[in-house]
């Protein structure tokens, strides 16, 4: 069971360190999940966002214990026996209201002492390949403003030179200033969404009220630093005065990539690649193409309010969530004749109010996307084929945020964040129980 800090409401109680540090084996308002299927883990961030823990965390979920128990349960549907938290209560049970859901305390899935604590209002987090089965993270945290970073050696995250479990990470960790110079501009606030490239060993990471895009250096063996900042990329929007940058995500290539940012107050989509002197001084954002986000499919008019951005594996589409008007709209950005990508509407489909984040999982004919609908407390599934279509609704929870597939183990984790759970779905194409909820991660109601 979860355990509260209570001290606010006792007049002259002070609460101690261990007592408003975060505990490492469960989740507290969870955001951003990415997978990294050759180690078996997917990383969480948890937000923090009603400060009842001294930091947010980087939690670390074992993808074998998931598939387990998930195995398990949809073998026999027999609860898992134990009581880990010694607690007199059962850490698992059956979903009263889908039969086909195991609902089970996180910390039988969670990595204790493999996590790290980070700033508060994590928002995102982008996977860096190091090579060698090493990873790199970088997560935007919105408390402070600053991005945080920590790389993965096999076993556990690391970000504080301690050594210590669940370690805070320190100011190296946590950037906030270009160049890491506190005498140099600060990063803009409200970082928002981040996408890292492993060939070309950068980051890039939005801003959400500023429309600011912020380029981070990120060698396999160097400093970790700002590079670079890009303020005004989009306009405001000319009837609320609202303006930022949201999605961003680079096409997958063999070479450092073309990186597509969206925008929260603009109907178009801007790309960037990133240029790197020759005298070795720090990398720099280079603007490239855009293009509007015109009317495909049924929609009719610009999209505006970018949200969740996500390429198929081998780059040859883009799927961009847009809650202006909400509609999921698909464009082909195979290489044309003259090398570039084409960057041409496909199709549209229209989507739930408040969509988050799009995930992508499979190819050909078995390619689907994902979308997170936070306000409904459901995840779309769109069928990319033909002239793009919804093909189920599926609950998972309240408040999903993220979504990401472990495409080789046929599932999709979902983060939601109202109620600090994890919902897992099975995708496997010829599975009985396709596009449900298996698992969950977590009991909301504690």
Request: charged share 20%.
């Amino acid at each position: 069971m979860r355990t509260l800090v209570l001290c606010g409401l006792v007049t002259g109680c002070t609460a101690n360190a261990d007592q408003v540090r975060p505990p490492d084996d469960e989740l507290f308002f969870p955001t951003g999940v990415v997978v990294a299927e050759s180690q078996g883990v997917a990383f969480v961030a948890n937000a923090n966002s009603e400060l009842r823990y001294d930091s947010g965390a980087i939690t670390v979920l074992d993808l074998d214990s998931v598939d387990q128990v998930t195995a398990a349960w949809n073998a026999t549907r027999e609860i898992p026996a134990g009581d880990l938290n010694n607690d007199g209560e059962t850490d698992c049970l059956q979903d009263p209201d889908h039969a086909e859901t195991l609902i089970c305390e996180e910390h039988r899935f969670i990595r204790q002492g493999a996590g790290v604590r980070i700033g508060n209002f994590a928002t995102d987090i982008a996977l860096q390949d190091l090579g060698s089965n090493m990873l790199r993270l970088i997560v935007p945290t919105r408390g402070d403003p600053s991005i945080a970073w920590a790389d993965w050696d096999g076993g556990a995250l690391n970000c504080n030179p301690s050594g210590d479990p669940n370690a805070l990470c320190d100011d190296e960790h946590r950037l906030s200033f270009v160049q890491n110079n506190a005498d140099l501009s600060g990063i803009p606030d409200e970082p928002f969404a981040a996408y890292a490239d492993s060939i070309g060993e950068f980051a890039v990471v939005t801003h959400l009220t500023s429309g600011a895009v912020t380029l981070i250096d990120s060698p396999k063996n160097g400093p970790v630093q700002v590079a670079d900042v890009l303020a005004g990329v989009f306009a405001a929007d000319p009837a609320t005065g609202v303006r930022g940058a949201t999605g961003v995500v680079g096409r997958p290539s063999s070479t450092a990539g073309i990186v597509y940012v969206g925008s929260r107050s603009e109907d178009r989509i801007q790309t960037f690649t990133v240029g790197r002197p020759v005298n070795a001084a720090p990398p720099y954002l280079l603007p490239g193409n855009w293009f509007f986000l015109d009317a495909v499919g049924g929609n009719t008019g610009g999209a505006s309010d970018t949200r969740g951005m996500a390429f198929n594996p081998d780059g040859s589409r883009l799927y961009l969530v847009n809650r202006r008007p909400p509609s999921l709209q698909v464009y082909d950005t195979s290489i044309g004749p003259t090398g570039f990508p084409r960057n041409d509407g496909l199709g549209a489909t229209d989507i739930c109010r408040q969509a988050s984040t799009v995930a992508i999982s499979g190819s050909g004919d078995a390619e689907r996307a994902y979308v997170t609908c936070f306000q409904d407390g459901q995840l779309y599934i769109i069928d990319p084929r033909g002239n793009v279509e919804l093909e189920d609704i599926v609950l998972v929870g309240r408040g999903p945020y993220a979504a990401a597939a472990a495409s080789t183990r046929n599932k999709l984790f979902v983060t939601n964040f109202l109620e600090d759970t994890i919902a897992v779905i099975d995708i496997a194409p010829s599975s009985s129980t396709r596009n449900r909820v298996v698992l969950k991660l977590g009991k909301a109601a504690n």
